[in-house]
């Protein structure tokens, strides 16, 4: 009798890929959208068209590496985007733990990023959205995308809804690539060994870059 092998093939788990921002051109290039922009760096390098429309939300989905993976980019509005998060884990049965929400962070230095397993919503509206129809759960990964805070006694909403000035964005396409290789490597390397290492490069680009103006 042939020996069976004791290899087993399984079919990777998809991700779900979301960023959050606001719909519509006067909101394109904002501070609030870079969870967006991200996404769409990401759709890019992977050749993914975004050119569907799914659970309120533009989307796309593809092969990177042979790992399933699904893009979105709610259209509810920021504060709104649970709306269409919700649904779409719910619609493709996925855990939590492999959907991935990109987000603009003002307690992180213009341009520096980190990647976490879970975390609270740190009084950011899209991921309040978010968490309640997750049903109060916080157990899903972020990527956090730096954009620093308003100068002096500037409003924060207004601050959010401002494009960057040209150091800024600089800072902002360089984070956006390193994005981009970060959500290659969780792919290809699962989040925890890909969260170890690209935050220790980002912390020292935090400290790097804390006392330098934008």
Known sequence: MPKLSSTVFLNPRPWLFVGL????????GTRHNVGFELVDAFAKSQGISMDSFHCKAIFGKGFVNGVPVFLAKPQTYMNLSGESCGP??????????????????MDLPC????LH???????????????????????????????????????????????????????????????VVAL????????????????KEQKYKHIRLQTMPV
């Open 21 to 28: 921002g606001n719909p519509g051109d006067k909101f394109t």
């Open 184 to 199: 290659e490597q969780v792919l290809s390397k699962g989040l925890t060994e890909s969260a170890r290492c690209f935050n």
């Open 117 to 179: 397993p879970k975390g609270n919503h740190g009084s950011h509206n899209g991921l309040k959205s978010v968490i309640y129809h997750f049903r109060g759960n916080r157990e899903f990964p972020r990527l956090r995308i730096g954009i620093g805070r308003p100068p002096g006694q500037m409003d924060p909403k207004a601050f959010l809804l401002q494009k960057f000035n040209a150091r800024a964005q600089g800072r902002i396409d360089a984070a956006l690539q390193e994005g």
């Open 88 to 105: 779409l884990a719910s619609y493709y049965k996925l855990p939590l733990n492999r959907v991935l929400v990109f987000h603009d962070d």
């Open 111 to 114: 341009g520096v990023l980190r």
